[in-house]
């Protein structure tokens, strides 16, 4: 009895640095996230319970001391537990199946949002909040395109409004994730990958790497912070008032590997500078770069557009050494 109540004491004490931000999440694509895993649990319980059940049963009714136990020894065969054998389980794998077809098309990160919380659809006047987000070594940059403004390590968005991320990566492969918002995305180097979310409630959700991406990766932390419109204002008012400019040169300076760094505030953005660094063309008299633009698809602004096509070359040589630049 000492021993098991040694056993609980030690797996409450381990468990206490526990977070439950993936179960209680302030998101709504995470809740319906959530919502899946639970679903999803639960049916494979209702197979795994039965069998633990009825396999301590079993060890225990046909123990060697039980002489009330039948014991057949030329017995092979029953139809009955075949069938429960086999349909339940068929049964369980239909409905996962079912369940992932739907979920992965509703809840896929490209997709629009057609409502900002359960029972409450977007409204049609409303514009996703677009946060182009670059993974550098070992920090993460955010352009506020409409903002005309850039922060390091800090990102920010208004409740209960889109925000639509697209997410590139300057080396090598990487992920963006904030639990409490959503499922983590992958940051690819000449590529862009997009996540649509909102946040419903205010507050400062943890966000961070979710991939290895070398020395400095546990670094890679940052704060998300939800706020209301007026707060949003405030703060990209804070951001154009203490901020630098963020120009190609100062970006060059600014993706050279370095860990730990605290938050930075950019007032202004060079314009295409995002573009330039999803093409991987921050030398704009470089002929090379003209011909992959001219190669991937029309873009309006600095919003970015995945590149299909002239692109194979810069990832192989990304992914082969972080800093291949």
């Known amino acids: 009895m000492k021993l098991l109540r040694g056993l609980l004491v030690c797996v409450v004490f381990l ?12 998101g709504d694509l995470a809740v319906q996230q959530r919502d899946l895993i639970i679903t999803s649990t639960l049916l494979m319980l209702l ?10 049963f079993f060890a225990w ?29 068929l049964l369980i794998i239909i409905a996962l199946g079912a369940i992932t077809w739907v979920s992965t098309h509703k809840l896929d990160p490209y ?3 057609e409502r900002i919380a359960a029972n409450r659809p977007v409204p049609a006047d409303v514009r996703p909040l677009q946060i182009n987000v670059v993974a550098l070594d070992w920090k993460w940059l955010f352009i506020y395109p409409e903002q ?36 983590q995305i992958y940051a690819m180097p000449g590529m862009e990958t997009q996540l649509q979310a909102v946040i419903n409630a205010p507050g400062e959700f943890q966000g961070f790497s979710a991939n290895y991406s070398g020395q400095g990766f546990s670094g890679m932390h940052f704060l998300f912070h939800g706020v209301t419109e007026q707060g949003f204002a405030q703060w990209v008012q804070k951001a154009k008032a203490s901020g630098g400019d963020l120009n190609r040169d100062a970006y060059v300076k600014l993706a050279a590997p370095s860990e730990n760094d605290p938050v930075t505030y950019y007032a202004t953005v060079a314009p295409g500078l995002y573009r330039a ?17 001219d190669l991937s698809p029309h873009d309006s602004g600095d919003s970015g557009a995945m590149l299909r096509s ?16």
């Open 277 to 293: 660094i999803l093409t991987r063309c921050l030398d704009p008299e470089n002929p090379s770069c003209m011909t992959r633009m």
């Open 47 to 56: 197979i795994i319970v039965p069998v633990i059940v009825l396999t301590l």
């Open 310 to 325: 002239g692109q194979a070359n810069g990832m192989a040589a990304s992914a082969t050494h972080p800093h291949s630049d």
């Open 15 to 26: 468990l206490a640095g526990c977070q439950t931000v993936l179960m209680a999440p302030s």
């Open 111 to 113: 997709r629009q949002l």
């Open 148 to 183: 005309g403004i850039a922060t390091v390590n800090e990102l920010a968005a208004p409740v209960d409004r889109p925000i639509q991320f697209k997410i590139t990566a300057s080396t090598v492969m990487n992920s963006f994730f904030i639990p409490a918002l959503a499922g």
């Open 61 to 89: 009714h046909f123990r060697a001391s039980n002489k009330k136990a039948h014991y057949d020894p030329e017995w092979d065969h029953s139809t009955i537990l075949e069938l429960l054998i086999w349909a339940a389980p």
